[in-house]
Structures are given as structure tokens and as C-alpha cells.
């Protein structure tokens, strides 16, 4: 069953965040098209994605964000408050105790700024649920996701090996922890 907003009936409630640009809101299947519109034909986007599979259609979109709801994860929409763009979308999951954050910008919206904001928006509301730190991963050479993460304050932890289907099986990740406390 699903609500009116497109989420399974099963997810719990997620709040509408804001910060000083933007509003981060629950991610909606509807949202699907925005994707294909910023990632539809950016190769080089996608491959830093964990789960988006290639291409960015709107059937993977929703799949994307499917698999996200089923997996007790929270996503929001990174809208800007000024004209409501969608400019990408961040969410974390996981255990509460320890969530994993993860996000993406639209290229026409790189290098503004958008993604730290709504990052430092993301840790502060995990934080005030609780979590005693918060972890993250990038593929190796994802320079711009790990500035995003170091203006954030997270620090390198290592590397892990994953399998992830969507990027061709196996590879490396480099670990990355915020300490909350």
C-alpha cells in the first residue's frame, strides 16, 4: 500500500529539513523524472553512485528510490528554497546508531555550494537523533565527494572491498567517519 506523497505505507515519517538555501524533503517516486533530467545522460555522475544502475532512466530512478524506502533508509530531495529546483538528493540509513550518509548534485548545480549545505543539514539532524557518529564511502578518485566530506569534518577511516552489482561487482571504498560527540 502507499500514501498519497508515493511512499510505501510502511516508511516512517521523515521531517522537511531546512537550511539557509535549501529544503531537504522527502523523496518521492515522483521525483523520478528530476533524476533522469540531471543524470539521464552524465556517464560520469552515475559511476560514482553506488546503486544507480546505467542508464538513469525513470524506471531506475524509482527503483533507486524503492530500494531506498524498502531498506528503512530516509531520502530526501535537495530542493533550493528560493525557486524550488530539485537539485539532487541525500539520505542516510543503516543502524540509527551509526548511519550511513550518502547524497548527489545535479552537475548544473556542482561547485555552489549545495551538497556541503545539505550535508551539515543531514549531520545535524542525525545527531539530534542520537547517532554517536555518522560514516559515508566514496569510490576512489570521487575527489569531489571527499572535499564535501572533509568541509563536513569527516576523516578517512580506510578502505573496504563491496559488491556492488550496479557499478559491475566488487570494488573498493574508501571509509570515512564524523564523530558527534
Known amino acids: 500500500m502507499w500514501t498519497e506523497e508515493g511512499l510505501p505505507a510502511s516508511h ?3 521531517p522537511s529539513l531546512y537550511s539557509d538555501r535549501l529544503l531537504l524533503r522527502p523523496l518521492r517516486l515522483e ?9 539521464g545522460d552524465d556517464y560520469e555522475a552515475v559511476s560514482t553512485m553506488s546503486h544507480m544502475p546505467w542508464p538513469c532512466t525513470e524506471a531506475a530512478a524509482q527503483g533507486w528510490i524503492l530500494l531506498g524506502f524498502h531498506s528503512g533508509a530516509r531520502l530526501f530531495a535537495i530542493l533550493r528554497r528560493e525557486d524550488q529546483a530539485f537539485l539532487g538528493a541525500i539520505g542516510f540509513g543503516e543502524s540509527l546508531a551509526r548511519p550511513a550518509v550518502g547524497y548527489w548534485i545535479g552537475r ?6 549545495y551538497a556541503t549545505e545539505a550535508l551539515r543539514r543531514i549531520v545535524n539532524y542525525v545527531k539530534s537523533l542520537g547517532a554517536a557518529d555518522v560514516r559515508a564511502e566514496t569510490f576512489p578518485g570521487n575527489r569531489r565527494s571527499e572535499r564535501v566530506l ?15 552489482p550496479a557499478r559491475g ?13
Do not use: H, S
Not at 521525483?31 to 543524470?39: K, S, T
Not at 548544473?108 to 555550494?113: E, V
Not at 561487482?169 to 560527540?181: F, Q
Open 108 to 113: 548544473a548545480y556542482w561547485n555552489a555550494g
Open 150 to 164: 572533509e568541509k563536513c569534518g569527516f576523516v578517512p577511516e580506510g578502505q573496504a572491498r563491496r559488491d556492488f
Open 12 to 14: 516512517m515519517p521523515t
Open 169 to 181: 561487482g566488487v570494488r573498493t571504498v574508501n571509509l570515512w567517519i564524523l564523530d558527534l560527540g
Open 31 to 39: 521525483d523520478a523524472p528530476d533524476f533522469v533530467r540531471l543524470l
